[in-house]
């Protein structure tokens, strides 16, 4: 791991330990094992590294998203929304720091970095809309999409709910929820697009 990358980790350790405010470059330095002087090679001040801080954060988000996505090729648009909601609470408490970093700077007072979170939000939102609306087309036609939009509007509000559990409930309680979410995926798509043909 090179010096820059440590960096970074360590200012993740620090985030979710003492919040954005409590992360200061000597505690970061220190946990870098390098002077503090030697983190402005690096990063020109702390916003900087907060916004690699947030890039590696998302980045490791959307990439596990792709992966739930990506090997959920062969089930149902259903399925896969099942998939990505587990995908949703098992990647949040493997990466329990970064979950809290993220809030952390979605909390924080810079307005880049509220920008960032906002610009991340609307770029992942368009890939799962994108995707999962190609994977319904293949099986509904709907005249003006409403419907199908409909069922991805009631996927996004409940792998939200998902995100938001993980910070209140311990791993063993989560797995009722995820259940839990599940069922409120079946029954919203089923409620859409399999009554609406009976």
Known sequence: ?????RIVNAAIKNIASYGYDGATMKKIADDSEIKTASI?????????LMLSVLDKVLQNHFSAMVDAYESSNNLSP??????????????????????????????????TIKTEVVSYLERYNSWLYENLMNELNTLYVSEDGTELKQVLDYFLLIGNGVFWATNLYSYEEMKSEVINAK????????AVLINREE
């Open 183 to 190: 069922s409120l995926m079946y029954y919203a798509y089923n």
């Open 40 to 48: 402005y090679y690096f990063f020109n001040n702390k916003q900087a």
């Open 78 to 111: 259903l399925e896969i929304m099942q998939v990505m909601l587990e995908r949703i609470a098992e990647h949040h408490f493997e990466n329990s720091s970064e979950r809290k970093v993220y809030l952390e700077l979605l909390e924080s007072s810079d307005e």
């Open 1 to 5: 791991m090179n010096t820059k990358q």
